[in-house]
């Protein structure tokens, strides 16, 4: 076989078209609507989202909360008491408020919002519903009902109904 002999490729392998690889990107790269920085507890406002990796002893007191494989656990900073942090853990179906040791708390990162990826989001959301609204309309605006089209789709009533109310 020559090296230029181009191979068909399989059916079930065709590949995309240049507007859904795009799309797909455009949706990939907005999605991050956040982003973590490392703070030390110091640092941190009363009432700030983050997210924390803790020792493996307190990580097993409060695997419930932890989010995935990679140990984090999220959760809402609410005060320093001596050498403890108190923060309001929380996961897609409870929440707690506990009572963290200083010296458990391995890694700790504060959640700010990244305003550039939230706009490009949403800019590739309402831009698709628009492409698609756009190419899911057929016909032209105005024009009379061709005959020769079944009408079959249309809806007409055997029989009707009528409730009488305050007759």
Partial sequence: MNSRTKR?????????????VAALLLLLLGTGCNTYR????G???A???????LTPEELGRHIMF???NQGYINGRFVEIRGDSAVFVLTSSVAHSEVRLPLESIVQLEQRD???GR???????IVGG????AYLGFEGEQNAPPNIDDDLTDQFAPGFRIVIPLGR
Avoid: E
């Fill in 8 to 20: 068909s490729r399989p059916a079930h392998l065709r590949p995309l078209p240049a507007r859904q």
């Fill in 47 to 53: 009432q700030q989202r983050v997210r924390m990796q």
């Fill in 129 to 132: 519903v628009a492409t698609l």
């Fill in 66 to 68: 932890s989010s995935g």
């Fill in 38 to 41: 490392q703070v030390g507890i």
């Fill in 43 to 45: 640092d941190l406002p």
């Fill in 113 to 115: 919002p990244n305003l």
């Fill in 118 to 124: 939230s706009f490009l989001l949403s800019t590739v």
